[in-house]
């Protein structure tokens, strides 16, 4: 079984600071794109970042310059770098990751449970 486990998540206040991490564990043969997506409530689910195995990057235009995707693929791990939160960014974040279970089989989305992250003074 494959899982995904967020850390890093708390409550910070405006103009702060918070790093996301992830770590994918389990049988696997591949991990592709890693990411992070956010929920806040009464809202979809929406891209935060992502990130490919080459290091290409891609991100919301509200998180650019804010934001910042990192991943170590020897140790499967993905980490988001926030800098000056704002209010709207108060949601649940999401590590997502597309990986392949076996050689020459079709990509797999998984999830994480989600991690809280709540911007207020």
């Known amino acids: 079984q494959v899982q995904l486990v967020e850390s890093g998540g708390g409550l910070v206040q405006p103009g702060g600071s918070l790093r996301l991490s992830c770590a994918a564990s389990?049988?696997?043969?591949?991990?592709?794109?890693m990411g992070w997506y956010r929920q806040a409530p009464g809202r979809e689910r929406e891209l935060v970042a992502r990130?490919?195995?080459?290091?290409?990057?891609k991100y919301a235009d509200s998180m650019k310059g804010r934001f910042t995707i990192s991943r170590d693929s020897a140790k499967n791990t993905v980490a988001l770098q926030m800098n000056s939160l704002k209010p709207e960014d108060t949601a649940v974040y999401y590590c997502?990751?597309?990986?392949?279970?076996?050689?020459?089989?079709?990509?797999?989305?998984?999830w994480g449970q989600g991690t809280q992250v709540t911007v207020s003074s």
């Open positions: 389990g049988m696997f043969f591949r991990i592709n794109d």
């Open positions: 997502y990751a597309e990986l392949k279970r076996l050689p020459y089989t079709d990509n797999t989305e998984y």
């Open positions: 990130i490919t195995t080459t290091g290409n990057t």
